[in-house]
Nanobody, 122 residues
Framework: QVQAVESGGGLVQPGGSLRLSCAASGSIFSISAMGWYRQVPGKEREFIAAHTINDNTYYAASVQGRFTISRDNAKMTLYLHMNNLKPEDTAVYYC????????????????WGQGTQVTVSS
């Protein structure tokens, strides 16, 4: 239903900022909740942030106050603005459309893309 390509990752120093983009395709983008996940080798994907069709946002405790999720329906693009980056933020970041178990509780519905690598190191 929604296919996405992530971009914007790279190498950044601790305390730095980075903006990730998720270029989506599919007519349901504007009526679908969208979110970001991240994954490091050997670990499961971790939920990072969600943006609902009602313009509500939700964040994992580990990134709350540092990351901001937003979307542009006209451009069919999802963004993740990351500030005050920490070494533990190093991971491959993925976007996906979301379903919900309950208010503020989400699960990924689409296929996973290649993601974009974010490396935070001094």
């Amino acid at each position: 239903q929604v296919q996405a390509v992530e971009s914007g990752g790279g190498l950044v120093q601790p305390g730095g900022s980075l903006r990730l983009s998720c270029a989506a395709s599919g007519s349901i983008f504007s009526i679908s909740a969208m979110g970001w996940y991240r994954q490091v080798p050997g670990k499961e994907r971790e939920f990072i942030a969600a943006h609902t069709i009602n313009d509500n946002t939700y964040y994992a405790a580990s990134v709350q106050g540092r990351f901001t999720i937003s979307r542009d329906n006209a451009k069919m693009t999802l963004y993740l603005h990351m500030n005050n980056l920490k070494p533990e933020d190093t991971a491959v970041y993925y976007c996906n459309n979301l379903g919900t178990y309950d208010t503020g509780v989400f699960y990924p519905k689409g296929s996973w893309g290649q993601g974009t690598q974010v490396t935070v190191s001094s």
